[in-house]
C-alpha cells in the first residue's frame, strides 16, 4: 500500500525554527510536495522537490531524499500566522493521484 | 487572477439526498481533482479530471460521479448521502494532470 508519515503535532515559539518530517512508502515516485492550511481554510501549496536537495522560498525551504523516502519542510523565524497544519504529499507515478499525510499540526506561541 | 471558486461554500442535506458540488478552475487550468477531507485527517483523492476526460479515480463508491465541462469546470454528484459522507469537499485546479494543483476554499458538506 501507500502511505506517508508525518508527526501530529509540533510546537514552537516565536523566532525560532521547526523541521516537519515526512517519510513516505509509494510505488513509484513522481515527486513531494507541502502545503499549508489554516483552520477551515483550502490547502495552500508551499513547495515541491522532484529531485534531491533543498528548494528554499522565503523563510520556508524543503528538502527531499528519495533514496531514504525521506523529506522534511524547515521553517524559519517562525510567526504566530504560520500557526497552522501542514501536509506533505506524494505523487507515485505519472498520472496517479497525490496521496496526502495526515498532516502536522503547527502551534507557534509568542 | 482569480483562484479556484467553489459552490456552495456550505451545505446541509439529510441522509438519502443527492448533492452537486461546483468548481471553477484558475484560467489557463485543463485539469481538475477533488478530494474528500474529514476533520484531523489529510485530503483523500476522489478524482481527477483533465480535459473532460476522467484520468483517475479514489477507492469511493459509485454514489460519488463528477464531470467536466468544456470550459473546464468541474461539478462532482453525490447521491444517497450518508452521515460519514460529512466533510469538506475541495477542488483542486493545475495546468495538466501532473503539475501543481492549487485548492479552491472547499464545501463544507454536513450530513444529518
Known amino acids: 500500500g501507500q502511505s506517508l508519515e508525518q508527526p501530529s503535532e509540533v510546537t514552537a515559539v516565536e523566532g525560532a525554527i521547526v523541521q516537519i518530517n515526512c517519510t513516505y512508502q509509494?510505488?513509484?515516485?513522481?515527486?513531494l510536495s507541502w502545503y499549508q492550511q489554516h483552520d477551515g481554510g483550502a490547502p495552500t501549496f508551499l513547495s515541491y522537490n522532484a529531485l534531491d536537495g533543498l528548494e528554499e522560498t522565503g523563510r520556508f525551504s524543503s528538502f527531499l531524499s528519495r533514496s531514504d523516502s525521506y523529506g522534511y519542510l524547515l521553517l524559519q523565524e517562525l510567526q504566530m500566522k504560520d500557526s497552522a497544519s501542514y501536509f506533505c504529499?506524494?505523487?507515485?507515478?505519472?498520472?496517479?493521484?497525490?496521496?496526502f499525510g495526515k498532516g502536522t499540526t503547527l502551534s507557534v506561541s509568542s | 487572477d482569480a483562484g479556484v471558486t467553489q459552490s456552495p461554500t456550505h451545505l446541509i442535506k439529510t441522509r438519502g439526498q443527492q448533492v452537486t458540488l461546483r468548481c471553477s478552475p484558475i484560467s489557463g487550468h485543463k485539469s481538475v481533482s477533488w478530494y474528500q477531507q474529514v476533520l484531523g485527517q489529510g485530503p483523500q483523492f476522489i478524482f481527477q479530471y483533465y480535459e473532460k476526460e476522467e484520468r483517475g479515480r479514489g477507492n469511493f463508491p459509485d454514489r460519488f460521479s463528477a464531470r467536466q465541462f468544456p470550459n473546464y469546470s468541474s461539478e462532482l454528484n453525490v447521491n444517497a448521502l450518508l452521515l460519514g459522507d460529512s466533510a469538506l469537499y475541495l477542488c483542486?485546479?493545475?495546468?495538466?494532470?501532473?503539475?501543481?494543483?492549487?485548492f479552491g476554499p472547499g464545501t463544507r458538506l454536513l450530513v444529518l
Open positions: 504529499a506524494v505523487k507515485g507515478q505519472a498520472g496517479t493521484a497525490l496521496i
Open positions: 509509494t510505488s513509484g515516485f513522481y515527486g
Open positions: 483542486a485546479s493545475s495546468p495538466g494532470p501532473d503539475e501543481t494543483q492549487y
